[in-house]
């Protein structure tokens, strides 16, 4: 009962290699025994992740490993980016670099397969009700949009000014980053 709806848990790569060599003192097994525990607990814990793609000696293989880990969990989203140098850390000394062609290509094929699952993960919320916290208007600026405890961005038509009220909205729209509901 004390545990949060939404734990944000870095993973940067789910290749062991490409974790030792970023120095990150855990395995991809250590993580998804982590994972395993959290939805034990709570089945519907929302997890989000970060993810570096086309690190210092970074293979094809490697990345396979750390696709088929985000298949594995189904994150509710990831935050991934594309290495890149900075000048001062141990990494920017590491060779063989991955190119810039292919940490693109490699971040492109990981966002697009998150996109799926975050996506099917907000389909099976249309119909329900939900708790939201109005943080304001949306960018659209002629709805307001929250969030759920889950951390999903919800928007939503509502004549009030609600900020920082929690409400109940029914999801009537997913996308893959963000909600359209109705304010109840």
Do not use: W
Not at 15 to 21: A, I
Request: net charge neutral; charged share 30%; proline share 3%.
């Amino acid at each position: 009962e004390k545990l949060c709806a939404h734990i944000h848990l870095p993973l940067q790569s789910g290749s062991n290699h490409v974790l030792k060599s970023m120095k990150r003192g855990y395995s991809g097994e250590h993580y998804l025994d982590l994972v395993e525990k959290l939805r034990r607990v709570d089945p519907d814990v929302a997890i989000t992740s970060d993810m570096i793609v086309g690190f210092p000696g970074e293979t094809e293989r490697d990345f396979e490993l750390t696709l088929g880990v985000i298949k594995k969990i189904e994150f509710d989203n990831i935050y991934s980016f594309k290495y890149s140098d900075r000048e001062g850390t141990l990494a920017s000394a590491m060779e063989p670099k991955v190119p810039f062609q292919e940490r693109a290509a490699r971040l492109q094929t990981l966002q697009n397969l998150q996109k799926g699952i975050t996506l099917n993960k907000n389909r099976k919320l249309v119909g329900q009700r939900i708790e939201v916290l109005v943080e304001g208007r949306s960018k659209r600026g002629n709805e307001l949009t929250g969030r759920t405890g889950s951390n999903k961005v919800v928007n939503f038509d509502c004549e009030s000014e609600l900020l920082g009220d929690l409400v109940q909205v029914r999801i009537e729209n997913a996308y893959a980053n963000s909600l359209k509901g109705e304010f109840v």
